[in-house]
């Protein structure tokens, strides 16, 4: 055996020194130095020992050195021995240890009780996990759980399910506890059961220490304390002592009350109602057989009214006439559902009617019968109810009676409280309200308790702990409960206990007994005096309780281990086990995850028959399941043999990839890859983006290196501007950078919007290398920083003195490169830089320091002006930049004004003089100089971004007049055409540095696989480029296309390469694969990101040599200085804090859509091939084998046998496709409904179809609509690709009357659709008012899906048909999006409140559509069974309501751009593919698929006409459960073939055939008996007799008589086939 925890003995042996030590409760620090807050916190400490018992105490500390198993009656405290074991085992528990304790309790209410003790009693932190758990899903979060609690109080269900499929191991687990542990038997199934045999094996490292609660460790049949001890691994242990435990629980008396039997010369009543009872049920039944039609609903319909039968005549029985009554009434106030659980049936039926029908009769002829026989009325209002002696038999029962006398004798007790025990939950509901309508007994308030699990709506966790309340306060005290207040629940003791109806076990007996422990309380029996059985039964359980006392206080034996032989199945990979229990509940919830619609509702089907060996299950999966159906080896039962069955399903449906590693299916898997990328919630923002680098060009990033007196050679290139219109003069300038540009760049081309219209077109023209000195490299190098300065940080030009060049001006992202003015020489196509310019510029003052400044300002007088700093020259002024500081403006001066001065008039009333003597106080000296020319300094702005389409026009510059005594000379020569350059250049610099972006990434793609050169760098560009860049292109249009290609090309893989996988997880595969999340991690491990731009141009972002930013970003300060731009989001700013390293924000989306949109221009540029080649290197395989499409294609030929149940040529017609594999068409029309007898359905092609038809409908909008922006395409997109517009196409072209079904109401729905369609088509204003079937769009997209497999993938094949299918759709004619949003578009506009108040009545929902504004009140409204649609309906009646009468948006409506768009033509976007051969590699697979082949459809002939009767396909599927097996000796199949047959069929017998067609006819079971032996002893032979009653309008009992066989069971075989062979002569089977 695996070691418990050493530790556990010796805290045991220190804590039971300290029991008496109260000093030493918390002292196991052993710290001399504790603070005072520690000895606080020891003393406020909850400690259980104060409180304990001293058989607690023994009792815990045996738990501490074994396992232990404590028995004790109810209210001695056993959860307090629990609560001092969990105190003295809390050490190995307490955090950061990753040991925890589970107390498992069998029932959500005593999970809930016992934590709330465990909390109170001692300091532990403590999780409750229960039913309602559904938020822990993950291996995660049952991580964080362990992380976070110590003690998990939960079912034992769920740690079955933990254990299982490995969110807790066994080895974390210290302490386990088992309340009510006496569920726990060898031969049980519950889940106390299954955790101990499967998962407590002597392998595990480190076992629990096992701690088990009881009051009678005896329970059901079969039970034994040796059984509970083995499973355990512990020993009963109950206090010998008594008088101790009498100290604190009294014991009550027990009495046993007597009734009946009726005399036997008077007449019994129940006879005849019984009669009429039955009577009805078989009208009821008649029924049936001519309203449904569908075998599953009529299965569950006749065992719903029998089960409603049986539950009245038991009422009947044990109430009476007028008890009976009142369950009618109960049963017919409630829904199906409600009515299902008070008769405690699972099945549903869809025929409420017809039950309701039969309660309708039954009650009224119980009304009747009360009024005509007996005293009182039949609601009981006008009776005389005041007295016993008013009551009688048959209106009361003679047990009703006598329950009616013990309350009476008790009622005038003080401080009474009454519980009384029942075992249905229609007993206790009926007893509850006839005893509450008994006036003589209006002492005891009465209520009823059936358990939060009965599935009563008005029986809710929160009603029954309120009943509880209630029942403690005295408010009420008398409860009528099922089992569940026998143990568990928190009720109050009671002075009176009643078993109305008798326990049916020990356990019962004891638990149901400890309720009654007031002292002089009573325990008290109703016992039919007739029955014999119930008159041994008190005796008996009395007995049994003393031996199994006398057992454990005399048991000395030792306990060993015993390892069970349970049949499991385990995930090495990951240690997930299910035992053969579980695989049960796995398998139906694996089945009930598969694809399903409201027709459609998968489930496995298991059906029984005998074999020589012993009992077979076979069961049958849902056709949309990867297993058809399974075959379990002969077992000694049918349950060994259900089990048996679906671990072998679970098992495969694991080797097919079905279930996951952890035995789950994948919709429940803990997926890594999950985050909220893909959500728009603001709250995660924070981990939806994250920051990074960009990326800066290689060719911008080489330094150039300055050496005395050698020359450096730069690259160079000439900028030319070409303004339109030509109104503004610009400098000629140069770009010098160290290395050359790319070739695709180097002559680019980039149109600059200006303002009011007008642009410049600028050009990149290569000039040759250019070689500086070092002193020239100097001066360019102080020129950039001067220019730079000038426009941008014009602050430092405030300043009297700038220093250039005298720190590092470059930093971490910084590009090397200089701007420069030049001298072109047209003619000779060269340029020079312009020296005397740039010398010029330097040599202005603000660039000498003062002492150098000083000069003869007296000398040349005629030549100069006085502005602010002094005299100037007039040459120096002209052409340059001044400030005047009264304005803290920057100038131009161009030229002079020799007419005007000071005293000119500056306004209609001032001059100049005095305004700025007025304004700004400045005084002039030299008021009769010349005002100075000057055009304001430029704001530098972005020139990239998307502007209007205003028409060029020409725009004269604005001058200013400016008296020179207020202006600062500045730079000398800095004239407005250098500033009209410069006003260009960062734009161009930024788009230049773009492109080096877009054109390093395609040379690595290009580097990395050949199809990367096949794409263009202006393309890349467009797909790195987001629309936050404001640019006049951006990826979103690639975007769309890529998404929709990646969505193909990935769902065409998995469908390829997983052919056992259902649709469901394919499309949860396919979004594992395309969603944002997986899409970012894999541009990130690929370094795609840094190529990503993904903000706009920000000029005082311009950080060229020259000029270095000033934020200093380091690990540790970068989330800091960066955290800034969460609040410009918020007040919608999109600029972002830009530091030394090139850090931004990337969302995880974005990074996502670059992807896609790169995927896109692959796509566009060349075609499917390098898009492909793309995928494959970023991580995403999308490749197949053609060898795979042809074994998909031949596979489908088990489907031809269906070839007769539609018309294929005409069905080929309507599609205008001629299929090479037939099998692909009749499966493309194959609903999951449908009843076969070897799986498969059309959801797969479905899967596939819509991927295709998403692509071609993008790519037909794409190219049709080149103009239109990527939201008005997504828009048209969602138009065209939806189960709506599909469904049409389904309707016009008649599709759905091909398809294959087995729902009725499915067929009606279509039909209803289809006739509404037609008939509103003219009228499309609210189409769709009738509910649309999924199903019929389902049927568009598995044709194409079907159509492209056959092709072999060709999608030429495929568009030619999709533009055929969509033609009508793509016309968008009356279009309208989506109502809702154009109504609360609208509302927006115009400032409206738009509200939808809706009310529900009889199942259809009424919703308003109202629009309240200053100018407007009106009102629409519509009706439907779905609340979206009557609120879509009621939002478009009012949006036509409002536009009729003028209102609308400034907006233009989708339609109208389409109106104004220009249409191209429609073309196939990349499709460059050949198309698969489906017969490469045929000959390695032709054996195996001939043989599946062979036998699908010999089973297929032998098991189902082709040409049955609608009237009788009921009866076909109702009685032909098993399908007929071919002889084995014929069968060309592979045995080992069981991922698609199971193990082969075997032979059902005629017997257990007979078996099943009685189950599902819900006739009463075949009866067989001997009927003749003949012969002498050793030559007996025998004849059987079967009798069989067919239930139906009248019942019909078949009794055939077999010939004599020499063996019994033959002769039953014989007589079997006997009745068998006359159902089908007489029409109830198929012949």
Not at 235 to 254: A, C, H
Not at 262 to 284: D, V
Not at 462 to 483: D, H, P, Q
Not at 925 to 930: A, F, G, M, T, W
Request: with cysteine; hydrophobic share 40%.
């Amino acid at each position: 055996m695996g070691n418990i925890s050493e530790d556990i003995n010796g805290v045991g042996a220190l804590e039971a020194l300290a029991i008496n030590d109260p000093i030493s409760i918390g002292g196991n620090q052993g710290d001399e130095g504790s603070s005072m807050e520690e000895t606080q916190l020891q003393k406020t400490e909850k400690d259980p020992r104060t409180i304990a018992r001293k058989y607690q105490i023994e009792l815990c500390d045996k738990a501490l050195v074994e396992n232990v198993i404590v028995y004790l009656e109810t209210g001695c405290g056993k959860t307090h021995i629990a609560v001092l074991l969990i105190y003295k085992m809390r050490c190995l528990m307490k955090k950061p240890r990753k040991d925890i304790c589970i107390f498992l309790a069998p029932t959500v209410a005593l999970v809930e009780q016992q934590a709330k003790v465990i909390k109170d009693s001692i300091d532990v932190k403590v999780g409750i996990y229960c039913g309602s758990s559904n938020r822990l899903k993950f291996h995660r979060d049952w991580e964080q759980e362990m992380e976070q609690f110590e003690v998990f109080v939960m079912t034992p269900q769920i740690l079955l399910h933990n254990l299982s499929h490995c969110f807790i191991k066994i080895e974390n687990i210290a302490l386990l506890i088992f309340d009510e542990c006496h569920y726990a038997q060898v031969e049980s199934d519950h889940p106390y059961a299954e955790i101990m045999k499967i998962f407590y094996k002597p392998d595990v490292a480190k076992l629990p220490r096992i701690f088990g609660m009881t009051a009678s460790p005896i329970f059901g049949k079969g039970a034994s304390i040796n059984s509970l001890e083995t499973l355990l691994h512990a020993k009963v242990y109950t206090v010998k002592d008594r008088e101790e435990l009498d100290q604190f629980v009294s014991s009550p008396i027990v009495n046993v009350y007597y009734y009946g039997p009726t005399p036997s010369n008077s007449p019994c009543p129940h006879a005849s109602y019984s009669g009429r009872l039955e009577s009805i049920k078989a009208q009821c039944m008649s029924t049936l057989l001519t309203k449904i039609e569908d075998s599953t609903v009529l299965k569950n319909t006749k065992r719903l009214l029998q089960r409603l039968h049986d539950n009245l005549l038991f009422c009947l029985e044990n109430l009476g006439l007028w008890g009976a009554l009142q369950a009618c009434r109960i049963l017919l106030k409630g829904d199906l559902f409600e009515r299902n659980a008070v008769i405690e049936v699972n099945d549903q039926c869809n025929d409420d009617i017809l039950c309701g029908s039969y309660l309708s009769q039954v009650a009224a002829y119980f009304a009747a019968e009360c009024k005509k026989d007996c005293p009182v009325e039949a609601n009981g209002t006008e009776a005389d109810l005041s007295s016993v002696d008013a009551l009688g038999v048959p209106f009361f029962s003679l047990k009703l009676l006598r329950l009616v006398g013990i309350l009476s004798s008790f009622r005038a007790q003080p401080d009474m409280k009454c519980i009384i025990f029942v075992n249905r939950i229609i007993t206790a509901r009926s007893l509850a309200y006839v005893l509450h309508q008994l006036r003589f007994l209006s002492a005891w308030r009465c209520s009823y308790l059936v358990g939060v699990h009965s599935g009563l709506k008005n029986m809710s966790r929160k009603t029954t702990n309120a009943i509880l309340e209630k029942f403690r306060s005295g408010e009420l005290n008398l409860l009528v409960a099922t089992k569940v207040g026998e143990e568990g629940l928190d009720i109050q003791t009671c002075c009176l206990v009643i078993r109305f109806d008798l326990p049916e076990t020990v356990a019962s007996f004891i638990q149901s007994r400890g309720r009654a422990r007031m002292p002089q309380s009573e325990y008290a029996f109703l016992v039919d005096r007739g029955s014999q059985r119930e008159l041994n039964l008190i005796q008996n359980f009395c007995e049994d309780e003393a031996q199994m006392n006398n057992e454990i206080t005399s048991r000395t034996s030792t306990v060993e281990y015993v390892d069970f032989e349970e049949k499991v199945y385990r995930v090495d990979s990951t240690g997930a086990t299910i035992g053969s229990g579980s695989s049960v509940s796995l398998l139906h919830r694996y089945c009930s995850k598969l694809p399903h619609d409201e027709f459609f509702n998968p489930k496995p089907w298991l059906y029984y028959f005998d074999d020589a060996e012993g009992t077979v299950c076979h069961i049958i999966l849902p056709p949309n399941a990867p297993i058809h159906q399974i075959i379990s080896s002969p077992q000694p039962s049918r349950e060994a043999a259900k089990k048996d069955a679906c671990l072998k399903a679970c098992q495969q449906l694991y080797e097919l990839g079905a279930l996951t590693h952890y035995l789950l299916p994948d919709d429940e898997v803990d997926d890594n890859n999950e985050d909220d990328s893909d959500s728009d919630g603001d709250d995660e923002e924070s981990s939806r983006r994250e920051l990074h680098e960009m990326l800066v060009p290689s060719a911008l990033r080489e330094r150039w290196i300055k050496v005395e007196r050698k020359k450096v050679s730069l690259s160079s290139y000439f900028i030319k501007f070409s303004p339109s219109p030509a109104d503004r003069l610009y400098k000629e300038f140069g770009l010098f950078l160290k290395a050359p540009i790319p070739q695709e760049a180097e002559r680019m081309k980039l149109d600059l919007q200006l303002a009011r219209g007008r642009s410049v077109m600028t050009e990149i023209v290569p000039c040759g290398a250019s070689a500086f000195s070092d002193n020239e490299i100097v001066l360019a190098e102080w020129f950039q920083e001067m220019w730079l300065k000038a426009i941008i940080d014009k602050s430092e030009f405030v300043k009297d003195f700038v220093q250039l060049g005298k720190d590092d001006v470059s930093s971490p992202i910084s590009t090397f490169y200089l701007l420069l003015p030049v001298i072109v020489n047209k003619y000779r196509g060269s340029m020079t830089v312009d020296w005397k310019l740039i010398t010029k510029c330097l040599s202005s003052p603000i660039f000498r320091t003062p002492k150098d400044n000083t000069c003869d300002r007296t000398s040349h007088m005629n030549n100069c002006l006085y502005l602010s700093n002094g005299p100037t020259k007039i040459d120096d002024i002209l052409n340059s930049l001044v400030y005047v500081p009264c304005k803290d403006t920057f100038y131009f001066v161009s030229g002079l004004f020799p007419e005007k001065d000071a005293f000119s008039l500056f306004k209609e009333e001032t001059n100049y003089a005095n305004h700025f003597a007025q304004a700004f106080g400045v005084k002039f000296l030299h008021p009769y100089q010349p005002l100075l020319k000057a055009k304001q300094l430029f704001r530098l702005d972005n020139l990239l971004r998307k502007r209007g389409s205003a028409e060029p026009r020409e725009k004269e510059e604005h001058f200013v007049e400016l008296p020179p005594e207020i202006c600062v000379l500045k730079v000398i020569g800095f004239s407005r055409d250098i500033g009209s350059s410069l006003s260009l250049l960062p734009s161009v610099m930024h788009r230049l540095e773009s492109n080096l972006v877009a054109i390093e990434l395609r040379r690595r793609l290009s580097a990395s696989f050949s199809e990367g050169s096949e794409v263009s760098a202006q393309r890349v560009l467009e797909a790195l480029t987001t629309e936050r860049c404001n640019e006049r292109f951006s990826l979103e249009r690639l975007e769309v296309l890529g998404d929709a290609f990646l969505k193909f090309a990935v769902g065409r893989h998995l469908f390829v390469l997983h052919n056992s996988l259902d649709e469901g997880q394919l499309t949860r595969k396919r979004s594992n694969m395309v969603n944002n999340s997986h899409l970012f991690k894999l541009a990130l491990s690929n370094n795609l990101h840094v190529y990503v731009r993904d903000q706009s141009f920000e000029p005082s972002h311009f950080y060229p040599f020259g000029r270095r930013c000033s934020v200093r970003c380091t690990d540790s300060t970068q989330v800091e200085i960066h955290s800034s731009h969460e609040s410009n989001l918020k007040t919608g700013e999109n600029t972002e804090v830009r530091c030394d390293k090139g850090h931004h924000w990337l969302q995880k989306k974005t990074v996502a859509d670059v992807v896609e949109a790169l995927v896109g221009a692959f796509i566009v540029d060349s075609g499917f091939k390098a898009a492909i080649a793309f995928l494959k290197w970023i991580g995403i395989q999308v490749d197949f084998k053609d060898s795979h499409v042809a074994k998909i294609c031949h596979s489908s030929k088990i489907f031809t046998a269906l070839s007769a149940q539609i018309d294929i040529p005409a069905l080929e017609n309507l599609l205008g496709y001629q299929f090479h594999h037939k099998g692909l068409l009749l499966q493309a029309f194959l609903h999951p409904s449908y009843h076969n007898n070897y799986g498969g359905c059309y959801q797969r092609l479905e899967f596939l179809g819509d991927a295709v038809l998403d692509y071609l409908t993008t790519s037909y909008l794409y190219s049709v609509y080149p103009n239109l922006k990527p939201g008005q395409l997504t828009d048209l997109r969602s138009l065209s690709v939806n189960n709506n517009s599909f469904a049409r196409i389904a309707v016009n072209r008649s599709f759905y009357k091909f398809m294959l079904c087995d729902s009725s109401n499915l067929i009606q729905s279509m039909n209803k659709y289809a006739e509404f369609f037609k008939t509103s088509a003219s009228e499309n204003i609210l189409a769709e008012t009738v509910p649309c079937p999924k199903a019929l769009g389902d049927l568009v997209e598995s044709c194409v899906g079907a159509i492209l497999l056959d092709s072999g993938f060709n999608l030429e094949v495929v568009w030619k048909i999709m533009i055929s299918f969509l033609d009508p759709v793509m016309k968008f004619s009356a279009l309208q999006l989506n109502p809702i949003r154009e109504l609360q578009e609208l509302c927006q506009f115009y400032n409206w409140e738009l509200t939808f108040p809706s009310v529900k009545k009889d199942g259809v929902f009424s919703v308003d559509a109202v629009v309240d504004g200053k100018e407007v009140c009106e009102t629409a409204c519509a009706t439907n069974s779905n609340k979206k649609t009557a609120k879509r309906i009621a939002s478009q009646k009012l949006y036509l309501s409002l536009k009729e009468k003028g209102y609308k948006t400034k907006v233009k409506s989708l339609e109208e751009i389409l109106k104004l768009s220009q249409k191209m033509e429609a073309r196939l976007i990349g499709y460059d593919e050949i198309p698969s051969n489906i017969d490469v590699s045929f000959a390695d697979h032709i054996e195996d698929l001939k043989s599946n082949e062979v036998r699908n459809i010999s089973r297929e002939v032998q098991s189902r006409p082709v040409n049955s009767a609608k009237s009788s396909r009921y009866i076909q599927r109702m009685v032909q459960p098993t399908p007929d097996v071919c002889n084995p000796s014929s069968d060309t199949g592979d045995s080992n073939s069981q991922a698609t047959a199971g193990d082969g069929l075997r032979k059902s017998s005629a017997k257990s055939h007979l078996y099943e067609i009685c189950a599902i006819n819900c006739w009463k079971p075949p009866l067989f008996e001997c009927f003749e032996e003949m012969g002498p002893a050793h030559l007996k032979q025998f004849a059987f007799k079967v009798t069989v009653t067919i239930e139906e309008a009248s019942s019909t009992i078949l009794e055939c008589i077999g010939d004599h066989r020499a063996k019994k069971k033959d002769a039953a075989e014989f007589a079997a086939q006997g009745v068998i062979w006359y159902l089908k002569k007489i029409g109830h089977l198929e012949k």
